[in-house]
């Protein structure tokens, strides 16, 4: 059963910081890890997808990484700004029978970003 | 080009109701999926239906269930509600189940049972 964690749940960082996310998973036969942002009170946002057979994806001051063999994951913020500040999600794409996929989630991690 | 939306927005239900919530893809996606998100379980898998087809399903009572129509629109609804299906119930849609596509969620369902 793929179970997928992130440490910490909450961070609360000055204006500035280069930040690191981590998201660890347990089943390393994933199809893909992908990163969400959610606003209070709102669905999610999709920030950066990692297919398996990749090692990272760059998306502006985003850039997330994958290794599948240690089963890791990390999203990187560059220079983090207020409006960065929002519960960070990383899910891994599986496959189960019948050739479905489903998300298996992390419970996030908030993030507060201090003027 | 318009993202998922999914109807209505907000409700409160008395227990023992039934609810019927709604989602329309992003045009073009055939897969839709169904998750609900509390604060103590976070987010998880209810069903997710392709073609018209539930081809999986997550953990849930029998209460839960779902379904496609023609046009990739999906509902959900929940029978004989209890006070623990308070919820933010969320619809994610994507391309087809080939493993390179991004997922695109919702705004979701925000679900209140008294």
């Known amino acids: 059963k793929q179970e997928v964690t992130q440490i910490p749940a909450a961070l609360s960082v000055p204006e500035g910081e280069n930040l690191v996310l981590n998201c660890s998973f347990t089943?390393?036969?994933?199809?893909?890890l992908q990163w969400f942002r959610q606003d209070p009170g709102k669905g999610l946002t999709s920030l950066l997808l990692?297919?398996?057979?990749?090692r990272e994806q760059t998306s502006g001051r985003l850039n997330a990484s994958l290794d599948k063999s240690s089963g890791r994951s990390t999203l990187y913020i560059a220079a983090s700004q207020p409006g960065d500040s929002a519960t960070y999600l990383c899910?891994?794409?599986?496959?189960?029978?019948?050739?479905?996929?489903?998300?298996?989630f992390g419970k996030g991690m908030k993030l507060t970003v201090n003027p | 080009k318009a993202g998922v939306t999914q109807t209505p927005r907000y409700l409160i239900k008395t227990r023992g109701q039934q609810v019927t919530l709604s989602c329309s893809p992003i045009?073009?996606?055939?897969?839709v999926s169904w998750y609900q998100q509390t604060p103590g379980q976070g987010l998880q898998f209810l069903f997710e239906?392709?073609?018209?087809?539930?081809?999986n399903k997550g953990n849930f009572p029998g209460r839960f269930s779902g379904r496609q129509f023609s046009n990739s629109r999906s509902e959900m609804n929940v029978s004989t509600l209890e006070l623990g299906d308070s919820a933010l119930y969320l619809c994610?849609?994507?391309?087809?189940?080939?493993?390179?596509?991004?997922?695109?969620f919702g705004e979701g369902s925000w679900l209140t049972v008294v």
């Open positions: 994610a849609s994507s391309f087809d189940t080939q493993s390179g596509n991004t997922i695109y």
């Open positions: 089943d390393s036969a994933i199809y893909n």
């Open positions: 990692i297919q398996s057979s990749q």
């Open positions: 899910a891994a794409l599986r496959g189960d029978r019948g050739g479905s996929e489903k998300l298996v």
């Open positions: 045009s073009g996606h055939r897969s």
């Open positions: 239906y392709f073609s018209e087809t539930q081809r």
